[in-house]
């Protein structure tokens, strides 16, 4: 198992705990130097609060946890390629390298509706690896929209 499958699979648990939550089942994982920083998972539907995507929640602690709103050298494993939101927080906050599970035909912005991860096209770049675990991830997804869809 690569380093890359192992923190997934962690992000992987969180998007497990989404699940039994009722929400939809992506989570998230930072990492730095190695070290697990902060875990998140979806929390939309339990807060009322359109931002709380697992992303956003691992952030957030991630900031508090190391105390600066920048998380260089940090990467985030993420089970679902990010939304446009997602993507500019991850952006913003200086994330070095993301890292996601399966793709988003509908929403994503890491290469499949649009790529705004692009080199140079903002101040900071983030490198991106996507399809990690994409198996596991997809197949969480799948199983929640179909029971909602029952």
Known sequence: ???????????????????LEDEVPVGACIVREGVV??????????????????????????????????????????TLEPCLMCAGAIIQARVARLVFGAWDPKGGVAGSVLNVFVPGLFPHSVSVTGGVCAEECGALLRRYFQGKRK
Do not use: P, S
Request: glycine residues 6%; negative net charge.
């Open 37 to 78: 920083v902060a875990l998140g998972h979806n929390r939309r539907e339990g807060t009322d609060d359109v931002t709380a995507h697992a992303e956003i929640e691992a952030i957030r602690k991630a900031q508090r946890v190391l105390g600066d709103w920048r998380l260089e050298g940090c990467t985030l494993y993420v």
């Open 1 to 19: 198992m690569t380093q890359d499958e192992r923190f997934m699979r962690l992000a992987l648990k969180e998007a497990e705990r989404a699940f």
